[in-house]
């Protein structure tokens, strides 16, 4: 059964930084595609990174050259580095898991497509 726990969310000023952490169940670590959403109240969800199984990553054009994200197979966890925060970040932050990708016309890459995802972690930034 794939399962995916985020953690590491909190609430940080502009400029600083937090890492989030998704502990993954094995089949869910052996998609083709793991990565990140964000959701954020009165605006359309938004996939932010993804990454494959040889560890190539790409991300949203909001976020590319601040977001990292890198995963740890020994571990089977996948984070999301978070560097110069900005208000506009705030949002509840999802790791998902795809056997697909697919391209996002809000993200303006090709991501992981649908697939499961977790709980969500809070990540609140203020000015």
């Known amino acids: 059964q794939v399962q995916l726990v985020e953690s590491g969310g909190g609430s940080v000023q502009a400029g600083g930084s937090l890492r989030l952490s998704c502990a993954a169940s094995?089949?869910?670590?052996?998609?083709?595609?793991m990565g990140w959403f964000r959701q954020a109240p009165g605006k359309e969800r938004e996939r932010v990174a993804a990454?494959?199984?040889?560890?190539?990553?790409d991300y949203a054009n909001s976020v590319k050259g601040r977001f990292t994200v890198f995963r740890d197979n020994a571990k089977r966890t996948l984070y999301l580095q978070m560097n110069s925060l900005e208000p506009e970040d705030t949002a509840t932050y999802y790791c998902?898991?795809?056997?697909?990708?697919?391209?996002?016309?809000?993200?303006?890459?090709?991501?992981?497509?649908?697939?499961?995802w977790g709980q969500g972690t809070q990540v609140t930034v203020s000015s």
């Open positions: 990454i494959d199984r040889d560890g190539t990553a």
């Open positions: 094995e089949d869910a670590f052996d998609s083709a595609c």
């Open positions: 998902t898991a795809s056997r697909s990708f697919e391209y996002s016309a809000i993200a303006g890459v090709i991501l992981c497509g649908d697939g499961d």
